[in-house]
Every structure is written in structure tokens, then in C-alpha cells.
């Protein structure tokens, strides 16, 4: 079983940033891809970026240039740094584990959201 424990979400005015944080418990894999995810209200689940244990990585078009993903595979632990918040980037942020085989998992989520 795999736990995953997201922080970092709140309030932020538009241009402003926010870090959130991802640790994975449990039975890990050492290979694997981390990732975020959101969804606002309304809509469905998207992919915002992942990340592979061997570093590689994927973004949504939308958040290029603005979000950066990053992990720390000592800490089984994965980041987004989202800077240049946008009023569209608000919605509730998952973090999502995928090992080789087996079940994905997702954490609770975290609200972002980007208000004046």
C-alpha cells in the first residue's frame, strides 16, 4: 500500500506563487512516475505535469514556462513550483503515484486558488 500526503495549497493573488509537496509512504517503487493533477469545478481531472524517476518530464501546454516539477527520490517526495498564477489555475491539486505494475494511487488533494 502506498500513502501519499500533499501540502502546499491556499490562496494566492494572480502572478503569485505557490510550492506544493507530495510524500509517498509506503510500499515504493523505485522506478515510477509522480505526478500533478487538478480539476477544477465543473470540469474534468487534467494532467498538469509528471515526472519520472529517472528525471524526465511532462507538462500541459498551459503551465509551461510557469510550473516546474521536480522530485527527491531520497525523500520519496515531489514538488510543483507554480509561479505566474493565473485565475485558471485554480482547482483542487492531486498527486498521483504510479509504479511499473500494480494500482496507481492518488492523494487527497489540495486547494489552489487564484483570487484578487
Known amino acids: 500500500q502506498v500513502q501519499l500526503v500533499e501540502s502546499g495549497g491556499g490562496l494566492v493573488q494572480p502572478g503569485g506563487s505557490l510550492r506544493l509537496s507530495c510524500a509517498a509512504s509506503?510500499?515504493?517503487?523505485?522506478?515510477?512516475?509522480m505526478g500533478w493533477y487538478r480539476q477544477a469545478p465543473g470540469k474534468q481531472r487534467e494532467l498538469v505535469a509528471t515526472?519520472?524517476?529517472?528525471?524526465?518530464?511532462n507538462y500541459r501546454d498551459s503551465v509551461k514556462g510557469r510550473f516546474t516539477i521536480s522530485r527527491d527520490n531520497a525523500k520519496n517526495t515531489v514538488y510543483l513550483q507554480m509561479n505566474s498564477l493565473e485565475p485558471e489555475d485554480t482547482a483542487v491539486y492531486y498527486c498521483?503515484?504510479?509504479?511499473?505494475?500494480?494500482?496507481?494511487?492518488w492523494g487527497q488533494g489540495t486547494q489552489v486558488t487564484v483570487s484578487s
Open positions: 515526472i519520472t524517476s529517472g528525471g524526465s518530464t
Open positions: 509506503g510500499s515504493i517503487s523505485t522506478i515510477n512516475t
Open positions: 498521483k503515484y504510479t509504479p511499473p505494475w500494480g494500482s496507481v494511487h
